[in-house]
């Protein structure tokens, strides 16, 4: 039976799933077979594994800093928000349909069982795993029917580190109000308080720290910086609504500028963390109210709600805007997943698959119209796929979770991706299943293909040329990190200076008695 241990924290952002990263990668290091869980995420950035099923991205680059490869059971339900009452429900990484807040509610009890199932997987196969909460575990209102945050804590016999994001002020008050709402047996589960996004003078902290100490009765295990040159990849869209992070730079001192509309169901922005590490990309997140400028690329992102969201962009202006550039010429337009379902002539959805508005036009730029069906299955698959552009024809591979199918209504229109392979199976005759092109429009259902260091530079290199500047040579591609992988991102370097951060920071030797001296088995 593996060790164990949970990170929760005092609401939602303060950095649980980067904290269990961290984790993750330092356990490796020392040697232990190590593996994050969660029970339920709620989250519009997902993955597909390598066997065709669908888990929170979190999750995922989990369990690559655990140098595992992702799987369901690190996940077993992941929640995709479709409105503010209502998500798409997926167990064991397959959809069961939308359910209402209430619905969900009702549901979860039965949960627990595959939970447990999923949880014993990888309790047979690790040394340690790394637990995930939620939110928080004081919303009171949730706790009857609680599946991921202490109910969590004690099926499992897992001890229980919380976190608190001091960024945000007010974390003094945030953690003692926390355990002040939590039962006896709850607090006693917490073992250790870890601060976390700290902005200044640690000396002057030490008086706060002494004092919650002393109020909670639970050791200050660490306060970790607040860091801006370590590349995450992001949970939950409301990261864009601030820097993500990352250090920005402004177009001017770039060679190319890249706009991405931030819808208000994007998914999967992950997508755009390669694009944004080249040196010669400025790359912003345009949302509500914001204008989009005269940039070289506009990017229409993956969304939940297809529909809903272009009629986001209908009533915001956005699409007018959108297609007025695309039509002259002087920017290119590339849409992915949802963003290129909206590109097409048509959008029909009479059985409410994604949407309840039914059908709609597109935006028009792809002579193609999209249909869902509710008796296709969701396309959940890493994919292998030929691209066929004028700057571009070779090799990608990425992975699709979509649902609907776009069908070509002009022969003009290019199937630019076909996909030859889908989760290890051969595929005959894809039909156009990856994408299209059409002039300076581009739109496919492949997640992650800007990872592909031969397009991404393509890609990017057409467009230097239709601005009337040369290309970048190999050797003058330089990106965030110099020892790049397949991602333009050294993402193994990344982990190693997560994990160095939280070490420097965080008294291990703590970690560690928490970890094994306070776990226990459940039987025994």
């Known amino acids: 039976m593996a060790k164990r241990i949970m990170v929760q924290g005092t609401g939602s952002g303060v950095g649980k799933s980067v904290i269990v990263a961290a984790l993750c990668r330092i356990l490796t290091q020392e040697g232990y077979n190590a593996a994050p869980f969660k029970s339920q995420n709620m989250s519009l950035n997902s993955y597909a594994t390598a ?3 669908e888990i929170g991205r979190a999750q995922a680059f989990q369990a690559f800093a655990a140098r595992k490869e992702p799987t369901v059971e690190m996940n077993p339900i ?76 004690k099926l499992l016999n897992a001890p229980v580190v919380l976190v608190g994001d001091i960024d945000k002020g007010g974390v003094f008050a945030w953690v003692v109000g926390t355990l ?12 250790a308080i870890l601060i976390n996004k700290f902005r200044g003078d640690i000396d002057i902290l030490k008086p706060g720290l002494e004092f919650l100490e002393k109020r909670v009765n639970k050791p200050v295990i660490g ?46 922005f992950t997508d755009f963390d390669a694009l944004e590490a080249e040196d010669d ?11 989009l400028s005269e940039p070289d690329v506009i990017i229409i992102p993956g969304s939940k709600n297809t529909i809903g969201d272009l009629s986001y962009l209908e009533n915001s202006g956005y699409a007018s805007q959108i297609v007025d ?72 591979s990425g992975y699709e979770i979509h649902m ?12 630019a991706f076909r996909i030859f392979e889908r989760s290890g199976e051969k595929v005959i005759g894809d039909g156009g299943g990856g994408g299209a092109a059409y002039g300076n429009v581009i739109g496919t259902y492949i997640h992650g293909i800007f990872d592909n260091d031969a397009f991404r530079r393509a890609f990017l290199d057409h467009v230097r040329v239709r601005k009337g500047m040369l290309p970048l040579r190999a050797d003058e591609t330089k990106t965030k990190s110099e020892d790049k992988n397949k991602s333009g991102i050294d993402w193994d370097a990344e982990y190693n200076k997560l994990a160095d951060v939280v070490r420097s920071n965080v008294d291990m030797d703590k970690i560690y008695d928490i970890i094994f001296f306070s776990s226990s088995e459940r039987y025994g």
């Not at 949880?119 to 599946?147: C, H, Q, T, W, Y």
């Not at 949970?235 to 402004?250: H, I, N, P, R, Y």
């Not at 409410?352 to 299955?377: C, D, I, M, Q, Y």
């Not at 994919?383 to 700057?391: I, K, N, S």
């Open 180 to 191: 002040e709402l939590l039962d006896e047996e709850e607090r006693e589960l917490v073992k």
């Open 325 to 396: 550039k695309a039509r002259s010429g002087k920017c290119e337009v590339f849409g992915i997943c949802g963003g290129y379902q909206m590109l097409c002539g048509y959008i029909t959805d009479p059985e409410g698959v994604e949407s309840k508005l039914g059908a709609t036009e597109g935006l028009g730029l792809l002579p193609a119209t999209t249909v869902f069906e509710s008796h296709a299955r969701k396309m959940t698959n890493q994919v292998r796929a030929m691209a066929d552009l004028p700057f571009y024809r070779g090799e990608i």
């Open 51 to 53: 066997d065709g099923l």
């Open 223 to 268: 306060v970790i910086p607040y860091f801006q040159d370590i590349w995450i990849q992001e949970e939950d869209s409301v990261s864009l609504s601030v820097a993500k992070g990352k250090t920005t730079v402004t177009s001017e001192e770039k060679a190319i500028t890249i706009e991405v509309v931030q819808l208000p169901h994007i998914a999967n």
């Open 281 to 291: 990309v400025s790359l912003r997140y345009v949302g509500s109210g914001e204008k």
């Open 78 to 153: 992941l929640l995709k928000p479709t409105s503010d009452t209502g998500a798409q429900v997926i167990v064991r990484g397959k959809p069961i349909g939308n359910m209402t807040a209430k619905e969900y509610h009702d549901y979860k009890p039965r949960a627990l069982n595959l939970i447990e199932d999923c949880f014993d997987k990888l309790d047979r196969e690790n040394d340690v795993v790394v637990i995930e909460g939620a939110g928080s575990p004081a919303e009171v209102n949730l706790r009857e029917n609680d599946i991921v945050n202490m109910s969590i804590a």
């Open 404 to 415: 609907g199918r776009t069908y070509f209504s002009d022969g003009k229109i290019k199937n």
